[in-house]
């Protein structure tokens, strides 16, 4: 069973910055997948980063050149950078990650951006 914490959201003004964390109770080289999930108000979660083992990334186009996905393995942390942060950022954003096939996720983290 892995464990998922993650850290780091907040109120944040429109064009600000936020650091993410999702601490894993296990090394992420097990890992075969990592990402992070935005779920907005009323609405379905969506991916947002995605990382897999072999260091590829996908974005979803909402976030391209704002976003960061990255992992600090010494940590057994995972990271999303956000930057330029718009309104319709706001969301609870969830981290993820498949390992032997299953699937785990975080409690979630609230992101608002509002002046």
């Known amino acids: 069973q892995v464990q998922l914490v993650e850290s780091g959201g907040g109120l944040v003004q429109p064009g600000g910055s936020l650091r993410l964390s999702c601490a894993a109770s296990?090394?992420?080289?097990?890992?075969?997948?990592m990402a992070w999930y935005s779920q907005p108000p009323g609405k379905e979660r969506e991916l947002v980063a995605g990382?897999?083992?072999?260091?590829?990334?996908n974005y979803a186009d909402s976030v391209k050149g704002r976003f960061t996905i990255s992992t600090d393995n010494a940590k057994n942390t995972m990271y999303l950078e956000m930057n330029s942060l718009k309104p319709e950022d706001t969301a609870v954003y969830y981290c993820?990650?498949?390992?032997?096939?299953?699937?785990?996720w975080g409690q979630g983290t609230q992101v608002t951006v509002s002046s």
């Open positions: 990382l897999l083992r072999d260091g590829s990334t």
């Open positions: 993820y990650v498949v390992v032997l096939n299953y699937e785990y």
């Open positions: 296990e090394s992420l080289s097990s890992f075969y997948a």
